[in-house]
């Protein structure tokens, strides 16, 4: 599974993932100032004192982390936590995890985590309930079909001649109807499983995803499948921003920010990214 993770997102999402946005998007009250670390600033202000709660998918999936395993460090969100979880001053044992639901995690009302990776796209809708950290990975969207689909090839107006699907509440969902606008409705699924399981029954042209998911897709679980192109991160839906989900005006935002910061000055999350989401494969920007 290593080696699958480690080709099945592509170097090219890291160039687009440069000019799809920038950290502005974090849903912080104030810049966190002075030379304080991310551990002085977290001190005291963990769910559990001395303890570091982080939530994931139920289950979790690849190449965000492996083996539906977090605690492994294996992954490319798994490691992004424990990387900050050591700039918080948090030892791995002394890291705790829990499951949530997607949607379950974006209601109000307090949480039962310090904050939550589970490729969260930072939108102005979800921070009147929620708050972000800055943006620890940007991606594009990308459409994928099977063998002789007719989106082979297919430019952007092609595209909107074609049955598409994608998981409700999602980026990709909202590029599909607000970039795409098809001549017919996208089919909506409760989870991405449910889009596979649409396009591998040919009831739909092609399905979208964000880059990373798509290329796993087509690696890994869908045989004959294949990433047929990426869409441009400077379009209307612009690039997909993950951010670390919180409790609303959860104080920890800041603590958070100034590890993330630490870790992109150092070039460790750049490490991180190039580890669990590269790839030499090349895909067409669909125009």
Excluded: H
């Amino acid at each position: 599974m290593r080696k699958i993770a480690l080709t099945v997102a592509i170097a090219s999402t890291l160039a687009l993932a440069a000019c799809g946005g920038d950290d502005s998007a974090s849903d912080t009250s104030a810049a966190p100032g002075g030379n304080q670390t991310a551990a002085e600033c977290a001190a005291g202000k963990t769910l559990t004192e001395g303890t570091l709660t982080i939530a994931t998918g139920n289950p979790a999936y690849s190449p965000w982390v492996l083996n539906d395993d977090p605690a492994s460090k294996e992954g490319f969100e798994a490691a992004v936590a424990y990387a900050v979880a050591t700039e918080l001053g948090f030892e791995d044992s002394a890291v705790t995890w829990v499951r949530t639901d997607f949607d379950a995690a974006i209601q109000p009302g307090k949480k039962d985590f310090d904050f939550n990776l589970q490729q969260y796209s930072i939108t102005d809708e979800r921070k009147q309930t929620v708050s972000f950290s800055d943006s620890y990975y940007t991606t594009n969207q990308a459409i994928v079909g099977l063998d002789g689909s007719a989106a082979i090839g297919a430019s952007l107006a092609d595209l909107k001649k074609l049955k598409l699907g994608a998981q409700v509440g999602t980026t990709s969902l909202a590029y599909i109807t607000d970039v795409i606008q098809p001549d017919s409705e996208p089919l909506v699924y409760d989870d991405n499983a449910g889009a596979k399981a649409a396009l591998e029954a040919k009831q739909i042209d092609a399905a979208v995803f964000d880059l990373p998911t798509a290329l796993y897709v087509s690696s890994v679980e869908i045989e004959g499948s294949s990433v047929l192109g990426q869409f441009p991160a400077s379009d209307a839906a612009d690039a997909d921003q993950f951010g670390m989900l919180f409790d609303l005006d959860n104080p920890l935002v800041d603590c958070v920010n100034i590890a993330l910061s630490t870790l992109k000055d150092s070039g460790s999350l750049d490490e991180i990214t190039a580890k669990w989401l590269s790839t030499e494969a090349d895909i067409p920007v669909i125009k």
